[in-house]
């Protein structure tokens, strides 16, 4: 019988110590890339490499306050005896494509400081209260990612501790937890003994994390905690749901009874736009990286943020693929790097040369030149790359200077009345590479408010730039600002030695004589001679020499981006990748249906001319183009003559003189209908039964 001979036919397994590795044991290689040796993705992964690290610090630090919170309340929440359940509700806000990033970080602050015991559970996956209660045991008992096959192993070996899924019950869950803190194992699974016992000093509870409680059943919420409370005398559970709305769905999904069970405790976290803003000024315009968008691209992605999801994550990975854009175009732009530019430009062939000959503003640096120059730059190599290196350290410093300057231009006027240039500083930016912004009207506007602030307002504006400028880290271009920042600590000085209440003019009172006036003009006339005829005190004079070097630096250092050559290295100006992050759906449906040949990409769609039907086409392309011949109104059995005139030509008829109809091609056109149908091209009518109603208009 070991042979596996019998009398009568079988099939039998034997065991050749075989064993399923665990999923967290799989470490894959990083599959490298096929463009791994071309300088531009060599540039593009080291600068998105230190983009995800200030990432990272950024998220943590973001975050921290919530989660120190939340995992406080955790560690606290058995200190003494409860009789409901401990229950958080954190309020996220409506940017779901962020809360995976929050909800992970809370998850491994948990499992580090507070307890191992926490699982997530998702909407998708717990549609009842059985696949509820499955889903969080096996999170609890067994590996969370482990799969059903990889559960079921035999428990006679000593390193397996798998429990099957569908034996996931509260009683087993008790059970286990019993055996791990209470000392009272009960579990014989295996057929040698008990199951293996971890025991731990301090009991530790249960947290279950629903991030997105707007998607889950009430009844299935409902059920869960009237069943978790039953247990609370003997398994401390702690509930943690994502509210992404408001309050009032807890009220909802919460009847008093089961409410009654809980003691909920609100948490918030900081809004999306507090977030995005707090990464741009940290990351994006920290001037440590050479890559920027131009005013049009950003604010289409600040466009895409504020009007469509709220998600910093989506506005990243928008950030991303225009970068990938950016590079991807060859490897002049390979230079936008934070590395030498003599290692880059020494890697570069006699295409790469002419490449860079081909940018626009290369045309503009050779009509500057002298004709010898000009023969120089468009066929000697080594003499376009030395001027190529000098323009490229002018365009790092100027990008630095930009979001270095672009921060105090903000500190200046981001509370003055109706807020001529943004209250955020990535309005700012926008505002700055978009046109030269000194010579814009608001900029002005700006500066003449700025001659009204008081002397506590502007002593505290002047500290926060010169702060600005003491946290400035690049020792390359740190030099340059040594004047600017010794001048206005100079300023800070001498507005500190002025009252400003002082030397006001004596005979001011005797100028004004109101009663003299003989109408509101004349009036406002006397009134406009007297202010331009008063003297002005000392902290008036101060101000204005102050004002006037800020605005003399922002014109130095805040000019238009596009004056400089090879701008294009550093700045993405592709306005066309709207077509790509926000899709069109109508007409690409439209496209597809109309033309499949374009996504199918076969040669028995190919249309020759426009408006041609072929019977190779799919049967919903055939019945789309028939119905844009019809009006308003389509009658079904003359779309039904149409389409099977196209796929079965041969005109068959019976003996009451009608066409025949295969079955099988009424079928296909029934489908097709239905189809249209959904996608929102058709309804039925009330009006005429054997009609239906076309909903769109045009081609």
């Known amino acids: 019988m070991s042979s596996g001979n019998s009398v009568s036919k079988g099939v039998f397994v034997f065991k050749n110590g075989f064993k399923r590795p665990s999923k967290l044991s799989k470490h894959r290689k990083k599959e490298k890339s096929i463009f791994s040796d071309h300088l531009w993705y060599q540039s593009f992964s080291s600068l998105w490499r230190n983009f995800e690290e200030k990432l990272h610090l950024i998220n943590t630090e973001i975050f921290s306050s ?22 958080a509700a954190l309020l996220t806000g409506i940017n779901m494509p962020d809360h995976e990033a929050q909800f992970s970080a809370l998850t491994k602050e948990i499992k580090e400081y507070v307890t191992p015991h926490c699982v997530v559970m998702r909407a998708q996956d717990c549609s009842s209260i059985k696949l509820f209660v499955e889903n969080m045991i096996n999170g609890f008992l067994n590996d969370e990612d482990a799969t059903i096959e990889d559960m079921y192993e035999d428990y006679e070996e000593e390193e397996s501790n798998y429990i099957k899924k569908s034996r996931c ?54 059920d869960f905690i009237s069943i978790a409370h039953s247990y609370i005398n003997i398994i401390p559970f702690v509930l943690i749901f994502g509210v992404a709305t408001s309050l009032n769905i807890l009220h909802r999904t919460l009847p008093y009874h089961v409410s009654s069970k809980t003691s909920i405790k609100v948490f918030s976290s900081q809004p999306s736009t507090t977030y995005l803003n707090n990464i741009l000024e940290n990351v994006f315009f920290s001037g440590h990286c ?20 709220l998600s910093v994550t989506g506005f990243v990975k928008h950030f991303k693929f225009a970068m990938m854009e950016h590079f991807s175009r060859g490897n002049e732009f390979s230079l936008c790097t934070n590395r030498n530019f003599e290692d880059v430009l020494d890697q570069f062939k006699h295409e790469d040369f002419e490449s860079l000959r081909r940018i626009y503003s290369f045309r503009d640096l050779v009509e500057r030149e002298s004709y010898r120059n000009q023969i120089k730059l468009l066929e000697d190599d080594d003499y376009l790359k030395d001027v190529v290196l000098g323009k490229l350290k002018e365009l790092r410093k100027y990008v630095f200077h930009l979001h270095l300057f672009i921060r105090c231009l903000h500190v200046l ?3 003055l009345p109706k807020t001529p240039l943004g209250k955020q500083v990535r309005e700012l930016y926008a505002y700055a590479t978009t046109k030269n ?104 004079k101060l101000r204005e020499e102050i004002v006037e070097y800020l605005r003399t630096i922002f014109e130095k250092y805040l000019v238009e981006y596009s004056s400089l050559h090879f701008h294009e290295i550093f700045f993405f100006d592709d306005i066309d990748i709207q077509n790509q992050l926000i899709g069109t759906h109508r007409s690409a449906i439209h496209e597809a249906l109309n033309d499949p040949q374009t996504y199918l990409q076969c040669t028995c769609c190919e249309i020759r001319r426009e408006g041609a039907i072929l019977p190779t086409m799919p049967d919903i392309c055939i019945a789309y183009k028939l119905h844009l011949e019809c009006g308003k109104m389509i009658n079904l059995y003359d779309w039904l003559q149409a389409f099977l005139s196209i796929l079965d030509p041969t005109d068959e008829e019976d003996d009451d003189g009608k066409r025949r109809v295969d079955p099988e091609l009424q079928a296909r056109f029934t489908q097709a209908v239905a189809e249209l149908e959904y996608l929102g091209f058709i ?13 769109t208009w045009g081609g």
């Not at 008790?174 to 301090?202: H, K």
């Not at 608001?442 to 502007?458: A, G, I, M, T, V």
Request: charged residues 25%; aromatic residues 12%; contains cysteine.
């Open 66 to 87: 919530t989660l120190k919170d939340l995992v406080n309340f955790v560690n606290l929440t058995y200190d003494q005896i409860q009789s409901e359940i401990p229950t």
């Open 169 to 222: 019950t509260f009683a087993v869950l008790q059970a286990w937890y019993e055996s791990l803190y209470l000392n009272n194992s009960i579990l014989n699974y295996s057929d040698e003994g008990s199951f293996i016992r971890r025991g731990a000093p301090t009991c530790k509870p249960l947290v279950v994390i629903i991030p997105d409680i707007e998607n889950f059943s009430e009844n299935v919420i409902q």
């Open 290 to 309: 050479p890559f920027s968008l131009s005013g049009k691209v950003f604010n289409l992605l600040t466009d895409i943020f504020l009007f469509y999801d």
């Open 413 to 415: 006027v981001n509370d």
């Open 437 to 540: 912004i000194t010579k814009s009207q608001h900029f002005n506007e700006c500066f003449q408010l700025l001659n009204f602030q008081s002397k506590d307002q502007f002593t505290k504006k002047l500290t926060d730039i010169i702060k600005i400028l003491e946290n400035t880290t690049d020792s390359i271009f740190v030099a340059e600002l040594e004047g600017i920042h010794s001048k206005l600590k100079e300023f800070l000085m001498q507005l500190g030695y002025i009252d400003s209440m002082t030397e006001i003019t004596q005979n001011f009172q005797e100028q004004i004589k109101i009663g003299s006036a003989s109408s509101r003009v004349e009036f406002k006339n006397k009134l406009k001679s007297i202010s331009q005829n008063q003297s002005k005190n000392a902290y008036e």
């Open 683 to 695: 309804k039925t009518s009330k009006r005429k039964a054997d009609h239906v109603q076309r909903l």
